[in-house]
């Protein structure tokens, strides 16, 4: 898909592995840093395990180099509840993009409240532009 500033390619999509790079707790997002991403099987479809992790390899396409924010929202099924009762149907972050440069986009199911099963959809926005949509169905 096409912004007037910036496209977005994407490159593969399915179930992840990832090497967990830092200990710290993560922030608001729940991200961690990660790194050795890689797309172990190209598939929409994922099973409701625990240590699942499924996402989106793409890349950001630019006349200029540098970075974008863009708005990174994964949509649940249904309503999560975690551990503190906070519930949300979404997660939502703002994320400073390099252009030009392979990128990931990952869920992971490593708490047993996350895994549920439905229709799970990644939506990349740009200045409230959707980017790049793809749904995964977790069984």
């Not at 496209?7 to 992840?16: A, P, W």
């Not at 994964?74 to 939502?92: A, Q, R």
Request: charged share 30%.
């Amino acid at each position: 898909m096409k912004s007037r500033e910036i496209s977005i390619k994407e490159l593969e999509y399915g179930l992840c592995k990832y090497d967990v790079v830092s200990s710290e707790k993560p922030g608001k997002s729940g991200l961690k840093n990660i790194e050795n991403v890689k797309i172990v099987k190209n598939t929409d479809s994922v099973k409701a395990e625990m240590s699942v992790a499924f996402g989106v390899k793409y890349k950001l396409l630019s006349k200029k180099e540098g970075k974008k924010k863009l708005k990174v929202k994964w949509e649940f099924p249904t309503s999560i509840t975690d551990n503190n009762g906070n519930s949300s149907h979404k997660l939502v972050y703002t994320e400073e993009l390099i252009m030009n440069v392979d990128t990931f986009s990952l869920y992971s199911f490593n708490k047993g409240y996350k895994v549920q099963r439905g229709p799970w959809s990644l939506i990349i926005s740009y200045k409230g532009k959707t980017v790049l949509k793809r749904t995964f169905i977790v069984y």
